[in-house]
């Protein structure tokens, strides 16, 4: 059964430095393009990140271009996301969602699996 397992959020200054990370299980990780989404207290879900296979393209909203980076490692089958320089407006739930083909969307119906999501909360 495919598992997808946030972690690395809780409470952060901000100006800190964070990396979530999302422990995959159940498929075969590096065949899947996979990405990270966030939802803000009284905001929608707003897809933040993607990356393909390999981990070498990646893909980013122009909202949080150079400020995100995301990575995975294939073989542990974990993906990851690093924000450095943490502001209160980066508070979300955030979600790990598993794509269907090899490169990653834009589009959510295009995620068939999704974490339960790792709270960010940025406040001093």
């Known amino acids: 059964q495919v598992q997808l397992v946030e972690s690395g959020g809780g409470l952060a200054q901000p100006g800190g430095s964070l990396r979530l990370s999302c422990a995959a299980s159940?498929?075969?990780?590096?065949?899947?393009?996979m990405s990270w989404a966030r939802q803000a207290p009284g905001k929608g879900l707003e897809w933040v990140s993607g990356?393909?296979?390999?981990?070498?393209?990646?893909y980013y909203a122009d909202s949080v271009k150079g400020l995100f980076t995301i990575s995975r490692d294939n073989a542990k089958n974990t993906l990851y996301l690093q924000k450095n320089s943490l502001k209160p407006e980066d508070t979300a739930l955030y979600y790990c969602?598993?794509?269907?083909?090899?490169?990653?969307?834009?589009?959510?119906?295009?995620?068939?699996?999704w974490g339960q999501g790792t709270q960010v909360t940025v406040s001093s």
């Open positions: 159940g498929f075969t990780f590096s065949s899947y393009a």
């Open positions: 990356i393909y296979t390999d981990g070498i393209d990646t």
């Open positions: 969602a598993k794509g269907q083909g090899y490169s990653p969307s834009t589009a959510f119906d295009d995620y068939d699996y």
